[in-house]
């Protein structure tokens, strides 16, 4: 359980970023999640990309649901609050939070079930709503905590440890969120690093909402050779649709790439994404072209990962609600109280 | 022109300043301005007025009334009975004739003929429709103006101050010139016609006077949208509901005036229209966590769908106000008519052992001063405040004091560390019982590079905010928070009590209170008197069980059908129940002092036939 306190010691020698923190300082408590949990490499990446991008622990709020999924923010920055909140409602609060402080990086962690499911309707309103933050879904076709129900992102035909076989057609959460305005889509898998870790540092970079899908099974339901959602499907079907390098903004851009397939996308806080497409067609600001290369994929029994879509020009929330800089949480009644003469002048209005 | 004198002209009910005049429209005819012109030019003539606006839920084509009492003692809750009907609406009007006193009046539009239902009435007829084809040419303007025309008439008719009526049309219409000249234009045909046809004014009239002086008339929601502002809110987000949609609305509209920053234009607030109840609370429990100031307002079946967010605020300890306009259920129930039937589920709302706090506001006044109050309150406790306000209160017009302000007050921020307070201590506990009244210091996210960061759950903690399954850590967590809610009384408004030293007590609380000046005058009356006592909070304060202990016979005065008030008292006071006495009204209209000295009387008197069979 997440109440076992990991040891803090670590080796002298360990590097530490431009804060001069460790990436023990990123860490969170022990795992409680099966040996071979897909989760646990999600955290593990989190922990790699916040470090090497050296993002102060305390500026980053995670928010979770309920399942599996949602009880990895424990596992991973201490330093940072967090809140698991119930099922299928951590956008409402990732939504609130963020309006209450527009200064904290928020990132959100959820599930299948926790987004597809339960919170489906949630998750729709928060991609139109532009929420600055990075979500990202544990993915595994299944409801792990309940002991292995098929979730509604199961393939048509995935059979989970059980045996039981999923009648219906999946929700591809990955072309929902292109569809419904996402700025930022992704999609990997939690046993590939070198893909997530860039993927993960591109999206808290980005202003708006990022959204990364990760394949990410599970060991003990649902990873079957029948399961879309295991290793090896995941592994044999694995086509990388685009691969970035990120450069956070204090870095000095040192590497050229060749021209045609390369793209360079600098981000609103200064970033930079270089992003190499692995077919000529596929243009990832394009989010007809982006969702018709998912589309084809799939029907290829295919995954595309990568980043996928990307508008870096999107505004967010807080500039659609034009709201001041200064967060709302710092604002006091000097600032918010319109005072005891005003009231009189109202009062006059009501008589 | 000769005058046409009513049908009956010798009996006639009289009565100056004391009386009710009651409006049969269509709804969607744009009747409501025109009623809400009659009933505040009264009020500006310093006479007590209480306007009831009974309407469908539906926005064109169904009846509509407005009913609005007349009284120069302040009593201003409802009375049955109609001195003065404005007939306009085919549909009702049988109906509405029936509801008249004997020797009463009824205007209706005579443009039609009409068969007298009743020959113990004064009918007053005008040829509305009539007068307006003949006078307008825009056909909105003719259906519109209809409603004027009889506001004109009535001025002439119960001799209101045309000088009044004629600078409030100037008022509303300020910017819109245009419409000035025929809305006045409307005014005085009605006047004229009235004036030419029958004997103005009536024996009921309208004197002015100097009772409502000094007052302010306000709907409910539009005060709790401002208590809101001053209270320092800056994120709301709800989901549009009848009848607490015009809380947000005027939030919105004062922001929009009053929370502009002046050297940027940008806003110092945030209202998020959200895809339901559920996303709405929990956008205000994510910005409470975050320490803004945070809220949501809703209604019956709104706040069945917040359940599972409050009972997370509540055992998370995250800041958040509800406002409940109650409106009449179960369920769908009657949207467009008011009750105070969410007691109990507000009370604990939420599974498990759940319990919030609740303040129960009587005018608009108190809305405005317990909204701002409730984010000090919910900060203070780090708990849910759920305002209880209803359907009667929030969107009817009433008589109050002017809203006041103390320039000198500080928000109460509540027990919240800040780095430099973090620095100063060696360890942080979330939850932990530092200063023994059951209420732990927090932080906000991002507080402190290395101090003060913790693990927000529903799950059950421990005092380091830790997930535990050890049943000793959660129970004593649970007693702290029992321990908490034991001492929340002394942050919330006071019950008001009237006390003489009698034997026999009436508890009530919200709306209700409109009508208990005149039911306890009515009972004094009649030689019979009792103390009253009103709750405006709950847990309750001591001077509850005091109260009840105090008196041998207590009436629990309320407006539902399951006596949910008598319930709470019972489950919180610890008392002898059978010494309460429900008096209940849930027919989705507020309650009258008819209603409650007519209950009470019967019931005095089934006691005593009791005691001497």
Not at chain 1, 234 to 259: C, Q
Not at chain 2, 179 to 207: M, S, T, W
Not at chain 2, 547 to 567: C, G, P, T, W
Not at chain 2, 587 to 595: F, I, L, M, P, R
């Given at each position: 359980?997440?109440?076992?306190?990991?040891?803090?010691?670590?080796?002298?020698?360990?590097?530490?970023?431009?804060?001069?923190?460790?990436?023990?300082?990123?860490?969170?408590?022990?795992?409680?999640?099966?040996?071979?949990?897909?989760?646990?490499?999600?955290?593990?990446?989190?922990?790699?990309?916040?470090?090497?991008?050296?993002?102060?622990?305390?500026?980053?709020?995670?928010?979770?649901?309920?399942?599996?999924?949602?009880?990895?923010?424990?596992?991973?920055?201490?330093?940072?609050?967090?809140?698991?909140?119930?099922?299928?409602?951590?956008?409402?609060?990732?939504?609130?939070?963020?309006?209450?402080?527009?200064?904290?990086?928020?990132?959100?962690?959820?599930?299948?079930?926790?987004?597809?499911?339960?919170?489906?309707?949630?998750?729709?309103?928060?991609?139109?709503?532009?929420?600055?933050?990075?979500?990202?879904?544990?993915?595994?076709?299944?409801?792990?905590?309940?002991?292995?129900?098929?979730?509604?992102?199961?393939?048509?035909?995935?059979?989970?440890?059980?045996?039981?076989?999923?009648?219906?057609?999946?929700?591809?959460?990955?072309?929902?969120?292109?569809?419904?305005?996402?700025?930022?889509?992704?999609?990997?898998?939690?046993?590939?690093?070198?893909?997530?870790?860039?993927?993960?540092?591109?999206?808290?970079?980005?202003?708006?909402?990022?959204?990364?899908?990760?394949?990410?099974?599970?060991?003990?339901?649902?990873?079957?050779?029948?399961?879309?959602?295991?290793?090896?499907?995941?592994?044999?079907?694995?086509?990388?649709?685009?691969?970035?390098?990120?450069?956070?903004?204090?870095?000095?851009?040192?590497?050229?790439?060749?021209?045609?397939?390369?793209?360079?996308?600098?981000?609103?806080?200064?970033?930079?994404?270089?992003?190499?497409?692995?077919?000529?067609?596929?243009?990832?600001?394009?989010?007809?072209?982006?969702?018709?290369?998912?589309?084809?994929?799939?029907?290829?029994?295919?995954?595309?990962?990568?980043?996928?879509?990307?508008?870096?020009?999107?505004?967010?929330?807080?500039?659609?609600?034009?709201?001041?800089?200064?967060?709302?949480?710092?604002?006091?009644?000097?600032?918010?109280?319109?005072?005891?003469?005003?009231?009189?002048?109202?009062?006059?209005?009501?008589? | 022109?000769?005058?046409?004198?009513?049908?009956?002209?010798?009996?006639?009910?009289?009565?100056?300043?004391?009386?009710?005049?009651?409006?049969?429209?269509?709804?969607?005819?744009?009747?409501?301005?025109a009623?809400?012109?009659?009933?505040?030019?009264?009020?500006?003539?310093?006479?007590?007025?209480?306007?009831?606006?009974?309407?469908?839920?539906?926005?064109?084509?169904?009846?509509?009334?407005?009913?609005?009492?007349?009284?120069?003692?302040?009593?201003?809750?409802?009375?049955?009975?109609?001195?003065?009907?404005?007939?306009?609406?085919?549909?009702?009007?049988?109906?509405?004739?029936?509801?008249?006193?004997?020797?009463?009046?009824?205007?209706?539009d005579?443009?039609?003929?009409?068969?007298?239902?009743?020959?113990?009435?004064?009918?007053?007829?005008i040829p509305l429709k009539?007068i307006c084809?003949?006078e307008?040419?825009?056909?909105?303007?003719?259906?519109?103006f209809q409603n004027i025309v009889y506001v004109g008439a009535l001025?002439?008719?119960?001799?209101?101050?045309?000088?009044?009526?004629?600078?409030?049309?100037?008022?509303?219409?300020?910017?819109?010139?245009?419409?000035?000249?025929?809305?006045?234009h409307a005014l005085e045909l009605g006047y004229?016609y009235a004036?030419?046809?029958?004997?103005?004014?009536?024996?009921?009239?309208?004197?002015?006077?100097?009772?409502?002086?000094?007052?302010?008339?306000?709907?409910?929601?539009?005060?709790?949208?401002?208590?809101?502002?001053?209270?320092?809110?800056?994120?709301?987000?709800?989901?549009?509901?009848?009848?607490?949609?015009?809380?947000?609305?005027?939030?919105?509209?004062?922001?929009?005036?009053?929370?502009?920053?002046?050297?940027?234009?940008?806003?110092?607030?945030?209202?998020?229209?959200?895809?339901?109840?559920?996303?709405?609370?929990?956008?205000?429990?994510?910005?409470?966590?975050?320490?803004?100031?945070?809220?949501?307002?809703?209604?019956?079946?709104?706040?069945?769908?917040?359940?599972?967010?409050?009972?997370?605020?509540?055992?998370?300890?995250?800041?958040?106000?509800?406002?409940?306009?109650?409106?009449?259920?179960?369920?769908?129930?009657?949207?467009?008519?008011?009750?105070?039937?969410?007691?109990?589920?507000?009370?604990?709302?939420?599974?498990?052992?759940?319990?919030?706090?609740?303040?129960?506001?009587?005018?608009?006044?108190?809305?405005?001063?317990?909204?701002?109050?409730?984010?000090?309150?919910?900060?203070?406790?780090?708990?849910?405040?759920?305002?209880?306000?209803?359907?009667?209160?929030?969107?009817?017009?009433?008589?109050?004091?002017?809203?006041?302000?103390?320039?000198?007050?500080?928000?109460?921020?509540?027990?919240?560390?800040?780095?430099?307070?973090?620095?100063?201590?060696?360890?942080?506990?979330?939850?932990?019982?530092?200063?023994?009244?059951?209420?732990?210091?927090?932080?906000?996210?991002?507080?402190?590079?290395?101090?003060?960061?913790?693990?927000?759950?529903?799950?059950?903690?421990?005092?380091?905010?830790?997930?535990?399954?050890?049943?000793?850590?959660?129970?004593?967590?649970?007693?702290?928070?029992?321990?908490?809610?034991?001492?929340?009384?002394?942050?919330?408004?006071?019950?008001?009590?009237?006390?003489?030293?009698?034997?026999?007590?009436?508890?009530?609380?919200?709306?209700?209170?409109?009508?208990?000046?005149?039911?306890?005058?009515?009972?004094?009356?009649?030689?019979?008197?009792?103390?009253?006592?009103?709750?405006?909070?709950?847990?309750?304060?001591?001077?509850?069980?005091?109260?009840?202990?105090?008196?041998?016979?207590?009436?629990?005065?309320?407006?539902?059908?399951?006596?949910?008030?008598?319930?709470?008292?019972?489950?919180?006071?610890?008392?002898?129940?059978?010494?309460?006495?429900?008096?209940?009204?849930?027919?989705?209209?507020?309650?009258?002092?008819?209603?409650?000295?007519?209950?009470?009387?019967?019931?005095?008197?089934?006691?005593?036939?009791?005691?001497?069979?």
């Amino acid at each position: 359980m997440s109440y076992i306190t990991k040891p803090k010691f670590h080796h002298p020698q360990l590097r530490k970023n431009e804060l001069g923190y460790t990436r023990r300082d990123y860490e969170g408590t022990l795992t409680t999640l099966c040996g071979g949990c897909g989760h646990d490499s999600i955290s593990a990446a989190i922990i790699h990309a916040v470090h090497d991008m050296s993002l102060a622990p305390h500026k980053i709020a995670k928010v979770s649901g309920i399942g599996c999924s949602s009880k990895i923010p424990s596992y991973f920055l201490d330093r940072s609050h967090g809140f698991n909140s119930v099922h299928g409602r951590m956008p409402s609060i990732a939504t609130g939070a963020n309006l209450a402080n527009r200064e904290l990086y928020y990132l959100g962690i959820s599930g299948d079930g926790d987004t597809a499911s339960i919170g489906l309707g949630q998750f729709c309103h928060i991609v139109r709503r532009r929420i600055n933050m990075l979500y990202i879904v544990a993915n595994n076709g299944t409801y792990g905590l309940t002991k292995g129900q098929l979730s509604a992102t199961a393939d048509l035909g995935s059979k989970t440890k059980s045996g039981e076989e999923s009648q219906y057609d999946n929700i591809d959460l990955v072309s929902l969120a292109i569809d419904l305005g996402a700025s930022f889509v992704g999609r990997s898998f939690s046993g590939d690093k070198d893909q997530l870790v860039p993927l993960i540092q591109a999206g808290l970079s980005h202003r708006g909402f990022a959204f990364i899908d990760i394949i990410s099974p599970c060991v003990t339901f649902n990873n079957t050779p029948l399961s879309t959602h295991g290793y090896k499907n995941t592994w044999e079907n694995n086509v990388i649709l685009s691969e970035i390098d990120f450069v956070p903004m204090r870095k000095e851009i040192r590497t050229k790439y060749s021209a045609g397939k390369e793209k360079e996308i600098t981000l609103h806080d200064g970033s930079v994404i270089h992003l190499h497409k692995t077919s000529a067609s596929y243009d990832p600001h394009d989010r007809e072209n982006a969702l018709h290369h998912v589309n084809e994929y799939k029907k290829q029994g295919k995954i595309a990962t990568g980043l996928l879509y990307i508008n870096q020009e999107q505004s967010d929330l807080h500039e659609l609600a034009d709201t001041v800089d200064k967060p709302f949480n710092r604002l006091n009644e000097h600032d918010l109280c319109p005072g005891g003469e005003v009231l009189q002048d109202i009062n006059e209005t009501f008589m | 022109m000769s005058k046409r004198k009513s049908a009956r002209t010798s009996r006639k009910l009289s009565g100056v300043n004391n009386f009710v005049v009651k409006f049969a429209n269509v709804n969607g005819s744009g009747s409501a301005s025109a009623n809400n012109l009659f009933a505040k030019s009264i009020f500006r003539m310093g006479v007590p007025v209480s306007p009831h606006n009974i309407f469908p839920s539906n926005i064109q084509g169904l009846p509509t009334w407005y009913e609005v009492r007349v009284n120069d003692n302040g009593y201003l809750g409802r009375r049955d009975g109609v001195d003065l009907l404005v007939a306009v609406n085919e549909q009702t009007i049988a109906r509405d004739i029936e509801s008249v006193l004997p020797d009463g009046y009824v205007i209706y539009d005579s443009s039609k003929p009409l068969t007298p239902l009743r020959k113990d009435l004064n009918f007053l007829p005008i040829p509305l429709k009539e007068i307006c084809l003949r006078e307008f040419d825009h056909p909105g303007q003719r259906q519109l103006f209809q409603n004027i025309v009889y506001v004109g008439a009535l001025a002439a008719f119960l001799s209101i101050d045309f000088e009044i009526l004629t600078s409030m049309i100037s008022q509303q219409f300020r910017g819109k010139e245009k419409l000035i000249l025929p809305n006045v234009h409307a005014l005085e045909l009605g006047y004229q016609y009235a004036k030419d046809h029958f004997d103005c004014p009536l024996p009921i009239r309208i004197k002015a006077s100097h009772k409502a002086k000094g007052k302010i008339l306000m709907d409910g929601n539009t005060a709790i949208g401002l208590g809101c502002v001053y209270g320092g809110a800056t994120v709301a987000s709800w989901y549009p509901l009848t009848p607490s949609t015009s809380a947000v609305d005027a939030y919105g509209k004062f922001c929009k005036r009053m929370r502009i920053d002046p050297g940027t234009g940008k806003r110092k607030f945030s209202i998020v229209q959200a895809e339901d109840e559920l996303a709405a609370i929990g956008i205000a429990i994510g910005a409470g966590w975050n320490g803004a100031r945070a809220f949501t307002a809703s209604s019956g079946p709104g706040v069945s769908l917040m359940q599972e967010f409050l009972g997370l605020a509540y055992f998370a300890e995250v800041p958040v106000v509800l406002f409940n306009i109650q409106r009449v259920g179960p369920s769908t129930g009657m949207p467009t008519r008011t009750q105070q039937g969410d007691l109990l589920t507000c009370a604990f709302a939420s599974h498990g052992d759940t319990r919030h706090v609740l303040l129960f506001p009587s005018t608009p006044k108190e809305c405005f001063e317990f909204a701002a109050a409730s984010f000090d309150i919910a900060d203070r406790l780090q708990t849910p405040v759920v305002v209880m306000s209803d359907l009667e209160l929030g969107m009817n017009d009433h008589i109050c004091d002017p809203l006041e302000w103390d320039d000198a007050r500080k928000y109460d921020r509540g027990k919240v560390l800040n780095a430099e307070e973090l620095e100063k201590i060696d360890s942080f506990g979330r939850y932990l019982d530092v200063d023994g009244d059951g209420i732990p210091w927090r932080t906000y996210p991002g507080a402190h590079p290395e101090k003060g960061s913790y693990f927000t759950r529903g799950s059950s903690h421990d005092a380091m905010a830790a997930y535990t399954e050890d049943g000793d850590v959660y129970a004593e967590l649970m007693d702290r928070l029992a321990r908490k809610f034991a001492g929340a009384a002394k942050y919330l408004p006071k019950p008001e009590i009237r006390s003489d030293g009698n034997r026999r007590g009436m508890i009530y609380f919200g709306t209700t209170a409109g009508a208990m000046p005149e039911v306890h005058d009515k009972l004094a009356r009649q030689g019979i008197m009792l103390d009253t006592l009103r709750i405006r909070s709950f847990p309750f304060h001591e001077e509850v069980s005091r109260f009840i202990d105090e008196h041998d016979l207590v009436y629990v005065i309320e407006q539902n059908r399951d006596a949910q008030m008598k319930s709470l008292l019972k489950i919180e006071c610890n008392t002898n129940d059978e010494k309460m006495h429900s008096i209940l009204s849930y027919n989705g209209v507020v309650t009258s002092a008819d209603n409650i000295e007519s209950a009470i009387l019967r019931d005095l008197s089934e006691m005593s036939n009791l005691a001497s069979a």
